[in-house]
């Protein structure tokens, strides 16, 4: 019998990119979310169906086919083979599997898409084999097929993918789950620029071995901006918030990940009176976040897609990865 699962989207509020550097990191889960349905195979072949994506292909042992979605489907749809392949090895059953993923997150935007999608196949497959695979697994799953898609993530967006909630994370030492006073309004811009993860960890990458003695500090601080975070969340105090939002999005430019795309959406937001505005998650386009009082939620939307950007309020929910009824 089918079962389906699905697995909430991310923003990062402070320390994208700080945190490939072992620095900590905020983010939250928000009421986006990635839904995959699963079902049991007699002939051992996985099919994956991205209803989204228009993608559509085979796996029957090494051999691919693809159904839909030319050159690119193998490279999208290889990561949630990698999931699929581990829950089975786990279940040790002789079968094949077919899912569907239909998802409302924005692809390659930053708002940690392909880590819902790969925690929300990972549950449902393991529900649908009987398996009861505890978080940590499938973090673990996510994780994996996160290392195929971005090279060397920090693992922040499957951790949070899979527990749900407001999260201080660090890379080596994994999260805790922090305590918030009040709501945290935000407005999320997509500027519909798509662009890759691994390519912008590495372009910090490369400039940081360029001029160590000044990128490195910059990184120092941007873990210092998300620790001054924690006690401003703790208070509830969203002018605080607004500007270390502000001053961490200076630091993202500096270290070469915004472009002309998101620094219009910035500007626009903090024109129309938001509290404070950075990009979120990888840069390079994709997304940006603006701190906004609960009266001016609909005027920062405005004011953004005056801009040229897609904008909607984001919630967060403190539900992670879960089978639906
Ligand atoms: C991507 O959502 C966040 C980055 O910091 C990469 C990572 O942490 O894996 C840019």
Known sequence: MEVTASAPAKVILFGEHFVVYGEPAIVLAIDKRAYVSADIRKDKQIHINSVNLGISGVFKGESFYEEFGGQK????????????QKVLERSKKNVGVSVEIRSTIP????LGSSAAVAAAVATAVGRLLDLELPPEEIFHISYEAERFVHGTPSGIDPTVS????????????????MKVKGEIPLVIGDTRVKRSTGDLVATVHKRSNQYPSIIKPLLKIGGKIALKAVEVLETGDLYALGQLMNINHGLLCAVG????SLER?????RRADALGAKLTGAGGGGCMIALTKPNKLVH????????????FEARMTDEGVRIED
């Open 257 to 260: 990940v915004s472009d002309a």
């Open 107 to 110: 692809v390659a935007a930053g």
């Open 265 to 269: 959406l910035v500007h626009a937001a």
């Open 162 to 177: 899979t527990y749900g909630g407001v999260l201080l994370y660090r890379k080596d030492k994994g999260f805790t789950q």
């Open 73 to 84: 489907a193998r490279r999208t749809l290889e990561p949630l083979k990698i999931a699929i």
């Open 300 to 311: 920062v939307v405005d004011a953004i897609e005056r801009a040229g950007g897609k904008a």
